[in-house]
């Protein structure tokens, strides 16, 4: 359950570029074991071209399950944990202290379903891989329907496509997705 005041999400949403980025099977797997079930190295790239030199924010699990920073991008984690430290890493534990930290730029959510279903209210956008076929896994995407609406698919491969979605609280943003 979350509790946090309902204007604090109209605040980020005004005043921060936050984007959600994420890849599901389309079974509405995310995650398995605390890793991602499948191996798309374009994928991968797709979303290293998107958060280059960018902020990312994530969730403590899913920083410890790629177990490094993130290179040439501001890495911020999420945890409850106040003695939680790593090197050339931000940690907050409140969303509120995303307004104290100075971010230019989007800030790229990046997961996992806790952080996606915390902070997609807050998003503007959500860039979402769909990997084609069923994968077993522990983790699923958070429902969005009511949160985001399809703009465009911006790209599409053998093995996944990629939506862009923009939020219905934010439907006046420019609807273009970022260029590719
Ligand atoms: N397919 C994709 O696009 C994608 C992307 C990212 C991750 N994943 C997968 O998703 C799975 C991990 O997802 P997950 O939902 O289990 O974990 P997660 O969202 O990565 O991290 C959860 C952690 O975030 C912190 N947190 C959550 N809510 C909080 C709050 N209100 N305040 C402060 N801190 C809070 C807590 O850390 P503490 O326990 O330290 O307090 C919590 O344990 C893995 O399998 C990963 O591989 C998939």
């Given at each position: 359950m979350i509790s946090m005041p309902a204007d604090l999400y109209g605040i980020l949403l005004q005043r921060l570029d936050i984007r959600a980025i994420a890849a599901v099977a389309d079974?509405?797997?995310?995650?398995?074991n605390n890793s991602i079930p499948w191996n798309i190295p374009e994928e991968m790239a797709f979303f290293r071209r998107m958060t280059q030199n960018a902020s990312v924010l994530m969730g403590r699990k899913t920083f410890e399950s790629i177990g490094h920073p993130l290179p040439n991008r501001r890495n911020i984690v999420m945890t409850r944990d106040t003695t939680w430290r790593r090197d050339s890493v931000i940690t907050i534990q409140?969303?509120?202290?995303l307004l104290e930290?100075?971010?230019?730029?989007p800030l790229w959510v990046c997961g996992g379903a806790m952080i996606y279903k915390m902070l997609f209210p807050a998003c503007r956008e959500l860039y979402l891989s769909t990997v084609f076929g069923k994968f077993e896994g522990d983790t699923k995407m958070p429902p969005f329907g009511d949160i985001f609406v399809i703009n465009k698919t911006i790209l599409t491969c053998t093995t996944f496509k990629v939506d862009h979605y923009v939020a219905r609280q934010h439907?006046?943003?420019?609807k273009s997705p970022l260029s590719l």
């Open positions: 079974n509405g797997i995310i995650g398995n409140k969303l509120d202290q930290l100075g971010i230019e730029g439907a006046n943003i420019e």
